[in-house]
């Protein structure tokens, strides 16, 4: 029989928690971490991120009219619980379809526009962040079209650190062009 202190440190009751609570995980926690997997720790909008994962994992029948509950917590003591209901609106033209829809369109699109690199290059990308980010005044030395459409990036910061921010053109943007000029973006870094 292990005391309060000793729970928290012993190795072989955590495996046996985890593994007693798998199914519940992968039931009721996995799929909600879709975007989490597939873009990280977004920390503010991470608890909409796994809410669309949520969405985006189950057909649209098993949806409607059921109950989620949402937990948010900062770093510090701050938290945050609430819950939605999943239900459809049939005076508007913002449904659940609809969502669903626009949702699962994005997934697509991001899945089409990750450009994967090698390790050693991501490596060295992000020593040369390491560099320059406190550096100031600068403008980031990146093409603004290997965003995303629509994306807003930092375009400068002055000698008093204020920030300016500019917006991808949507018009300005090709997969392939984009790919290619990240890829010789990044292999010219120092």
Request: charged share 25%; hydrophobic share 30%.
């Amino acid at each position: 029989s292990l005391s309060n202190e000793e729970s928290f440190l012993d190795k072989k009751l955590e495996k046996e928690l985890i593994k007693s609570s798998e199914s519940l995980f992968k039931k009721k926690t996995l799929p909600t971490l879709l975007f989490a997997k597939e873009i990280g720790n977004m920390y503010t909008p991470s608890l909409y991120g796994c809410l669309v994962s949520h969405l985006l994992s189950e057909p649209i029948q098993a949806l409607r009219n059921t109950r989620v509950c949402l937990f948010s917590y900062g770093s510090g003591s701050a938290s945050a619980m609430f819950s939605v209901i999943i239900q459809e609106n049939s005076n508007s033209s913002f449904t659940l379809e609809n969502l669903l829809t626009k949702l699962e369109q994005q997934r697509t699109k991001l899945a089409e526009h990750r450009v994967e690199i090698e390790p050693e290059l991501y490596d060295k990308y992000l020593q040369h962040r390491e560099l320059v980010n406190k550096k100031v005044p600068r403008e980031p030395n990146f093409i603004p079209n290997t965003l995303y459409p629509g994306t807003w990036y930092l375009k400068s910061i002055d000698q008093n650190y204020r920030r300016t921010y500019d917006r991808v053109s949507k018009e300005a943007y090709s997969l392939e062009n984009t790919r290619k000029a990240l890829l010789d973006q990044l292999c010219t870094l120092k």
